[in-house]
């Protein structure tokens, strides 16, 4: 292939990969349905705008305020943005999901400069590619799509752009993680990969060099913690700032959930998050992992293991690849092995959105290795090249067909619904853990539920999933298609 009709398939490819993005995200902004845990996390911000301070409304905590509730797992990065964008009167669901958007946006742009690093424009577009081949849309904790108001697709924003930075920048790289673990709390599982890939980045150095060189990272790592925290004391008092600490290590303990899964169970469900067939996504693994150590020996012939390890560590590349593999490793390997932990795939994205592209990338300069190294290889090479192409085109052909798929009429649903609480002009309305949840927020209301202690709901209008008969002898207060409102007791 001639380096013109080279150019020309690379730019058509890009435009196609942009455009994409492009359909994915527009329709997880103004088509797709808004769930519970959207809905929860946006009850900080529409309070702060209430000037009730950094609060939620306690949905799952007794259905009553909580200043600074553990269980809102997305953090101030992320919710903060959305009260300012919120503060111009837009659309409270359009308005709200412009943020994760941008991180989304920040995330591509991110990916594309670190698989440049690794291998070119090629590997640029090969990490583009990764994010719409994944999905963690599964019931019944989804991430619906790129712009849904929760904190992982802006923490995997904030450690691929960490990665970035690491090189050069060290005390901003240390920040942006920082950044990242009050976006999303499970993002402290990226440490010991960024820890690492310092210390490769000091390789030359002596010992005590290289664990000075982590000091300031650290140190920039802990500020947006301590800033916020800092706020949470002046805010809460001692006491309850104490409370505050312990139910906040409880939640990173537990991770908010209590199942019995098993590490088989967990795999098959990754292998499954895919816009792919599972076994598919299995068999292309092991052959990366072939391609991949297959590469790093032809480019690094193991002649005297030392000078083996220096030689890889030597290379310029070194700390992404390091970093990658370790990051994606203890996201993927802990959520695994966490047999408290549901089956969903929520946990580990941020880890997957920020680390897998990179991993798939660094298959671009391997495959050249191969290229390079004769006839049989040279076959080999082109079918991997192939079958890479092909296991990330369909995915993204899957991943547009998804997002319009979805024609915007449940979110319409939704709205009509809000409207219809909304007249009541009620300060609380309980209802169930669900759906209905969301109508409650947009309605302009605080949402408790209805398994909360009596005294906290009592007199409080109660949203129901379905008609009048559900009120009983009472008049309904509100109806809808879909819902009803009846009457507190």
């Known amino acids: 292939m001639t380096r013109p009709v080279r150019s020309v398939a690379f730019w058509i490819i890009a435009v196609a990969l942009v455009v994409a993005h492009g359909i994915v995200l527009w329709q997880s902004v103004a088509a797709t349905r808004v769930w519970e845990d959207e809905a929860f996390n946006l009850t900080v911000p529409v309070n702060l705008l209430s000037g009730l301070g950094y609060t939620s409304d306690g949905t799952l905590s007794g259905s009553e305020l909580v200043p600074f509730d553990a269980r809102i797992s997305t953090g101030p990065v992320v919710l903060l943005p959305i009260a300012a964008v919120l503060a111009t009167g837009v659309d409270l669901v359009v308005g709200a999901r412009l943020v994760p958007a941008a991180f989304f946006i920040a995330l591509l742009a991110a990916l594309a400069m670190l698989g440049h690093r690794i291998g070119g424009r090629w590997a640029a577009l090969v990490a ?6 994944f999905t963690a849309a599964a019931l019944p904790s989804p991430i619906q799509g790129p ?10 924003a904030l450690l691929a752009w960490g990665l970035v930075a690491l090189r050069k920048r060290p005390w901003l790289a240390g920040l ?3 950044l990242a673990l009050q976006a999303k709390y499970i993002s402290l599982l ?3 990969a960024f820890v690492v890939a310092v210390l490769v980045l000091q390789y030359r150095e002596t010992w005590l060099r290289r664990l000075r060189a982590l000091i300031v990272p650290a140190l920039f790592v802990a500020v947006p913690t301590v800033v916020i925290e800092i706020y949470a004391l002046i805010s809460l008092g001692p006491a309850a700032f104490v409370d ?10 537990s991770g908010g959930q209590v199942a019995h899964t098993t590490l088989p169970e967990k795999l098959t469900t990754l292998a499954a998050s895919w816009h792919l067939p599972a076994g598919v996504v299995i068999a292309a693994v092991i052959v990366a992992i072939a391609v991949l150590v297959a590469g790093l020996l032809l480019r690094f012939p193991p002649r005297r293991t030392d000078r083996f390890w220096a030689s890889v560590v030597g290379d310029p590349r070194a700390h992404l690849a390091v970093a990658a593999v370790l990051g994606f490793g203890a996201f993927v390997g802990w959520w695994s092995t966490a047999g408290h932990l549901p089956l969903w795939v929520r946990h580990p994205a941020p880890g997957i959105l920020a680390f897998a592209p990179v991993l798939v990338a660094c ?29 990330l085109a369909v995915p993204a052909v899957s991943a547009v067909i998804t997002a319009l798929s979805r024609d915007g009429a449940e979110l319409a649903q939704q709205r009509a619904q809000a409207a219809a609480v909304a007249s009541l002009d009620a300060d609380w309305v309980a209802t169930h ?12 209301s605080h949402v408790g539920l209805l398994d909360a202690p009596p005294e906290n709901i009592a007199g409080y209008p109660r949203l129901e999933p379905g008609g009048a008969e559900l009120c009983g002898t009472a008049a309904p207060l509100a109806e809808a298609p879909g819902i009803v409102v009846c009457p507190g007791s």
């Open 147 to 156: 712009a849904d108001v929760l904190g992982e697709v802006p923490a995997a």
């Open 176 to 178: 942006l993680v920082g």
């Open 128 to 133: 583009l590619a990764v994010p719409l081949a």
């Open 363 to 391: 298959l671009v300069p391997a495959l050249r290795q191969l290229w390079r190294s004769g006839v049989p290889a040279r076959a080999a090479s082109a079918v991997v090249s192939a079958a890479l192409v092909a296991c």
């Open 190 to 192: 990226a440490l010991p």
């Open 244 to 253: 505050h600490l312990r139910a906040t290590r409880d939640f990173i303990r």
């Open 433 to 444: 853990w669900g759906g209905l949840v969301a109508v409650v927020v947009m309605s302009g």
